[in-house]
């Protein structure tokens, strides 16, 4: 079973930027889609951005413009970008994996707050 432990998250102003990483504790070749979602309070938990084995991307219209997903298969590792963040980008940020046979994503990391102030 791979882990996964997201970091980078903290208390940023509006306008700022913030990188999260998501680090595996195997190889992320074992996912067909790694992405990032976000919980904000009371809120339900929505997909931010998403990135293919193939490196295909894709984004919520919140996101884009603004976030970038990218990995390094060395080191087995996802990151997202947020740049020009926003107080409506608050919430718990959490990395998950997609098998390949899986209908949804079955693997999680713990999550990371991130908190835009204005």
């Known amino acids: 079973q791979v882990q996964l432990v997201e970091s980078g998250g903290g208390l940023v102003q509006a306008g700022g930027s913030l990188r999260l990483s998501c680090a595996a504790s195997g190889s992320i070749f074992t996912f067909a889609a790694m992405a990032w979602h976000r919980q904000a309070p009371g809120k339900q938990r929505d997909l931010v951005a998403l990135?293919?084995?193939?490196?295909?991307?894709n984004y919520a219209d919140s996101a884009k413009g603004r976030f970038t997903i990218s990995r390094d298969n060395a080191k087995n590792t996802v990151y997202l970008q947020m740049n020009n963040l926003k107080p409506e980008d608050t919430g718990v940020y959490y990395c998950?994996?997609?098998?390949?046979?899986?209908?949804?994503?079955?693997?999680w990391g713990q999550g990371t707050q991130v908190t835009v102030s204005s």
């Open positions: 998950a994996g997609k098998r390949i046979a899986e209908v949804g994503f079955g693997s």
């Open positions: 990135i293919l084995s193939r490196g295909n991307t």
